[in-house]
C-alpha cells in the first residue's frame, strides 16, 4: 500500500519538469493526480507517461474560467482534493531600465495571480488538515541581475505561504513553500539558455542534486515535494518555508552564463 492511498491531489503544470516528475512519484505511491497544463499536446504526452490514476485536464492557471473549470469538472469526478501543489510558473527576465509591462504582466499573471486564484478556488475542495504546496525558489531572497520582476513574484509565493498558514490554521490546513535551486527542466531550454551554456560542458556545473535526469522525467527532487503531504506541520510561519538540500552552497558565474540561469 503507497503512502499517498486514496489521496485525491491537483499538480498545476503537470505536464513536464518538477510537476510531472513529482505526479510520477504521486500515482507510483497511490494517489489520484489531476494533472494540468496549457498545452494539449504535452499535456496527453505526460498523462501517458505517468500511467496509473492521472488525469489531465488542460487548462491556464493565469484564466479565471479556466480553474472555475477545473475545479468544477474535480468536484464532479472526486469531490474533494487532499493535495494541491501550485507548480506552474513562468520565467522571463530584463535588467531594470528594459522590463517592459508585458514581462511584468506574463510572470505576476501566471506566478502570482495563477498561484493566489488555484489556492483560493481549491478552498472549498479541501477538507480541514489538507496539504496545499507553493512552489517558490531561491531567487526569492538572491539579488540575482536582470531578475527582478522574476524573484519579485517568488517572494510573493513566500509571503502566500507565512500568511496563508495563518488563515487557514483553524483548519490545519498545511500550507509549505519550496525553494529550488537551479533545476534542469525543459523550462531551462525554452529560456535558450543554451546562449549561455555553450555545450554540454557549462551545462555540467549544475550539480547532481538539482537535475532532473532525462529533462525532467526521472526526479532525485521529488522527495520534499512527496514528504510534505504526509507529515510536515506548518503551524509556524517560520517553518513553512524549505529550501532544497544544499541549494545555497550553489554558485553559477553570473558574468559567464548570464542573468537566465534560475528557472524552475
Do not use: C
Not at 503537470?14 to 494540468?36: R, W
Not at 499536446?41 to 485536464?57: P, Q, S, Y
Amino acid at each position: 500500500m503507497g503512502k499517498l492511498e486514496g489521496k485525491i491531489a491537483l499538480i498545476t503544470g503537470g505536464n513536464s519538469g518538477i510537476g510531472l516528475a513529482t505526479s510520477k512519484h504521486f500515482v507510483k505511491e497511490g494517489a489520484y493526480v489531476y494533472v494540468t497544463g496549457r498545452r494539449e499536446r504535452e499535456l496527453t504526452a505526460a498523462v501517458r507517461e505517468i500511467g496509473g490514476d492521472a488525469k489531465g485536464i488542460q487548462g491556464d492557471v493565469s484564466n479565471l474560467s479556466d480553474l472555475d473549470r477545473l475545479f468544477e469538472q474535480i468536484k464532479r469526478e472526486k469531490g474533494r482534493l487532499d493535495v494541491v501543489f501550485a507548480n506552474a510558473g513562468a520565467a522571463k527576465y530584463a535588467a531594470l531600465g528594459a522590463i517592459t509591462q508585458d514581462l511584468y504582466n506574463q510572470i505576476f499573471d501566471i506566478n502570482v495571480k495563477g498561484v493566489l486564484f488555484t489556492v483560493q478556488k481549491a478552498l472549498p475542495l479541501l477538507p480541514d488538515g489538507a496539504s496545499i504546496i507553493l512552489n517558490a525558489s531561491i531567487v526569492a531572497s538572491k539579488g540575482l541581475a536582470s531578475n527582478s520582476v522574476y524573484s519579485a513574484s517568488k517572494a510573493a509565493i513566500r509571503s502566500f505561504a507565512r500568511t496563508w498558514t495563518t488563515d487557514l490554521k483553524a483548519r490545519r490546513i498545511r500550507v509549505n513553500a519550496v525553494s529550488p535551486g537551479s533545476t534542469d527542466t525543459p523550462g531551462l531550454n525554452e529560456l535558450a539558455l543554451l546562449t549561455y551554456f555553450r555545450g554540454s560542458q557549462e551545462k555540467r556545473q549544475f550539480p547532481s542534486t538539482f537535475r532532473l535526469a532525462g529533462s525532467g522525467r526521472q526526479m532525485r527532487l521529488r522527495r520534499p515535494w512527496f514528504f510534505l503531504p504526509r507529515t510536515m506541520q506548518a503551524t509556524s510561519r517560520v517553518r513553512n518555508s524549505l529550501w532544497m538540500a544544499g541549494s545555497a552552497k550553489f554558485r553559477l558565474p553570473i558574468t559567464k552564463v548570464g542573468p537566465h540561469s534560475r528557472v524552475h
